[in-house]
């Protein structure tokens, strides 16, 4: 455990290059799961739990660590598996998503994994709307899921939606906008709908994509039709995706001729951890945590205003 432990505070040295580090780990049963090591903070055997009234179910309730109450989620109950049922035997990995730090209860930590994206995969068809994955993989023959934790902590913890109606006033003032169509790529369906739910409050149309790799194409073929410009008001993309991460993607979009000038903000749950020198390296022109509506708002009102002029 200490050996994961040292791991987790010193991978940074991978990011920009389409690869990650997955901490993988296991819940009621033989199945192996993974997270990315960049949304860690810690790895714990899991603490005495205090349980607090009206929890939701899934919650086994809040663990004081280092100065926080942090609330912890059966991960296992969480996705519709056994709850856990040895609390004592069980770890707590402690992560930051979307601005928040909670802990997730699993069943045994196992090693860190160095890959790449590509070979992270979308979920298969088969796997129907209510699945909690964003991603599948293979480490030693075996497969391993990656859980969408924006639909757990949405399921647990809605966030507020509402999009401030004085923004909404300022953007719809903005009238001589050559295209009223925002291109959003990201791989959990929860973000996906949160932003375009956001995006059309604010008067624009929605192009979805569920990774870079599908982002990256679906520009390329736009181009093809003519002038990205007058088809596109700008991208937002998630970093973490599954065969293309949002890093890349934006390298890539710099490198095509035909959509170098394409105003890209990088919209991401490592909220925590990421790196202002890699977001200007790449040629991304701005970063925001999700998810707030209004931040994202204000973030489209700027690319607006800057692209004009």
């Not at 050996?3 to 993988?24: A, F, H, K, M, P």
């Not at 992560?95 to 590509?118: A, D, K």
């Not at 520009?219 to 007058?230: K, P, R, T, V, W």
Request: glycine letters at 6%; hydrophobic letters at 45%; aromatic letters at 6%.
């Amino acid at each position: 455990m200490t050996g994961i432990l040292d791991s987790v505070n010193q991978r940074t040295q991978i990011v920009g290059q389409n690869r990650l580090e997955l901490l993988t780990f296991r819940l009621m049963g033989r199945q192996r799961y993974g997270i990315n090591v960049f949304k860690v903070k810690e790895v714990l055997q899991c603490p005495k739990l205090t349980v607090l009234p009206n929890l939701k179910p899934m919650v086994k309730g809040v663990a004081h660590i280092r100065g926080q109450t942090i609330s912890v989620i059966d991960l296992s109950f969480a996705i519709g598996g056994r709850p856990v049922e040895d609390l004592e035997k069980s770890f707590l990995v402690i992560s930051e998503f979307n601005r928040t730090i909670q802990g997730f209860l699993v069943s045994s930590v196992e090693r860190i994994v160095n890959m790449n994206w590509e070979a992270m995969l979308p979920p298969p068809d088969g796997a129907g709307r209510d699945h909690y994955l964003t991603a599948v993989t293979t480490i030693d023959e075996d497969l391993v899921e990656i859980i969408d934790v924006e639909k757990i902590l949405a399921e647990i913890m809605p966030v507020e939606e509402t999009m401030d109606a004085g923004l909404i006033e300022e953007i719809a003032e903005i009238s001589d906008v050559t295209a009223r169509k925002i291109l959003v790529s990201d791989d959990s369906s929860v973000a996906r709908k949160q932003v375009k739910r956001a995006i059309e409050a604010i008067g624009f149309e929605v192009v979805l994509a569920k990774d870079g790799k599908e982002a990256l194409a679906l520009l390329e073929q736009m181009a093809e039709q003519g002038s990205i410009y007058d088809q596109l008001a700008l991208v937002i993309s998630d970093i973490e995706m599954p065969e293309m991460d949002g890093y890349t993607f934006t390298t890539e979009v710099r490198r095509n001729p035909q959509l170098k000038d394409l105003y890209v903000i990088l919209h991401t749950s490592l909220s925590g951890v990421f790196n202002q020198a890699m977001i200007e390296r790449v040629g991304a022109n701005k970063f925001i945590a999700k998810f707030n509506p209004i931040e994202l708002g204000t973030a489209v009102k700027e690319a607006i205003e800057v692209t004009q002029k």
